[in-house]
């Protein structure tokens, strides 16, 4: 009975030994799967992230090498547009045919016709085309010889800009075909109601009373001259005020350059004759009419500014009109 008891106790031990054994193997086994497992997900999360890598690096390569060539087409572009651009400008030289068009000067808008000397051209070059009328350079001053109409263009059918008093000196630059001059500042008026001759000013020199003794000396009318000496500082004279604006170009463009070489600026730029108010000159216009302190320097000159006449800068000519102020040099 002990042997079979020593027996049996032996079986039972290499039973469990075997199970612990197995046991083990299995967890082993098991320890080696989960770890291979793991290291193969680890490699394969890890050749994940190179690939999004390498497909992120090409996108954006592609999106560089994309920029750069929408950078170059558009400077070839710009490029190729040099020859388009100059060829346009070959052709703006090309001048319409003149059309001829029927005088509108019948219009009751116009004054009553005046008599009037004949204007003497002291100027002319090529002719130019504006509106269907073919101009001709034409440099001159001329006076209205009524109240005259300052049109936007060489018609009656044109905007009226303002009404020019009796005697107001205009600029001509150029002529129209129907007998329209151009002025300084772009807009015209009918040659038929103007005249060479300046207005005489009104004698400044009192009158002999009628009862002075006849020996006295006769009061005579002075008529303006043209060439003055310089004005003395605090000597106040009587001008005759105009006003001019920013001045067309061939092109189409404005200049407000001065010939002093400044750019006007409203309130403070004047044109005077600079053989009385040289350039520089600080003038003081009594009542002035753009309302400011009445304080302008002389920067500018133009053909039809003689005299004590003083043609100030504005931005807008049409607002303003002729006039006349005390001036003196400050």
């Not at 690939?51 to 954006?60: G, H, I, K, N």
């Not at 388009?84 to 808008?109: G, H, K, M, N, R």
Request: charged letters at 20%; aromatic letters at 6%.
């Amino acid at each position: 009975m002990r042997f079979i008891d020593l027996t049996t106790k032996y079986h039972i031990t290499r039973d469990r030994l075997y199970s612990a054994i197995s046991i083990s193997c299995i967890l082993l086994v098991s320890g080696i799967g989960v770890l291979v497992t793991k290291t193969a997900l680890d490699t394969q999360a890890q050749n994940d992230r190179i690939r999004r890598q390498e497909q992120a690096e090409r996108l954006a390569a592609a999106t560089t090498e994309s920029v750069e060539e929408t950078t170059t087409t558009s400077e070839s572009a710009e490029t190729s547009l040099v020859p388009v651009i100059a060829l346009a400008d070959d052709f703006e030289t090309v001048e319409p045919l003149s059309s001829d068009t029927p005088d509108t000067e019948e219009s009751t808008e116009e004054d009553v016709s005046y008599e009037e000397e004949t204007t003497t051209v002291q100027t002319t070059t090529e002719a130019t085309t504006t509106a269907g009328h073919t101009e001709t350079e034409m440099y001159m001053t001329v006076y209205a010889s009524g109240e005259l109409n300052l049109r936007t263009g060489p018609g009656t059918e044109y905007d009226l800009v303002r009404v020019l008093e009796p005697g107001d000196a205009i600029d001509v630059v150029a002529v129209t075909d129907n007998g329209w001059y151009r002025t300084y500042n772009g807009n015209y008026v009918s040659s038929s109601h103007t005249t060479t001759t300046p207005p005489v000013a009104p004698s400044t020199v009192p009158q002999t009373e009628a009862t002075a003794a006849p020996t006295a000396a006769p009061t005579t009318t002075a008529a303006p001259v043209e060439t003055q000496g310089p004005a003395p500082a605090g000597a106040t004279n009587t001008c005759t005020i105009t006003f001019y604006g920013p001045q067309p170009r061939a092109d189409g463009s404005y200049s407000t350059t001065t010939a002093t070489g400044s750019t006007c600026s409203q309130g403070r730029t004047c044109a005077a004759d600079w053989s009385i108010y040289p350039p520089g000159t600080v003038i003081y216009v009594a009542n002035d009419p753009l309302g400011g302190d009445g304080y302008y320097t002389v920067e500018d000159c133009g053909p039809g500014v003689t005299g004590y006449h003083i043609d100030i800068y504005v931005d807008d000519v049409s607002a303003y009109s002729t006039t006349s102020r005390d001036v003196s040099v400050a």
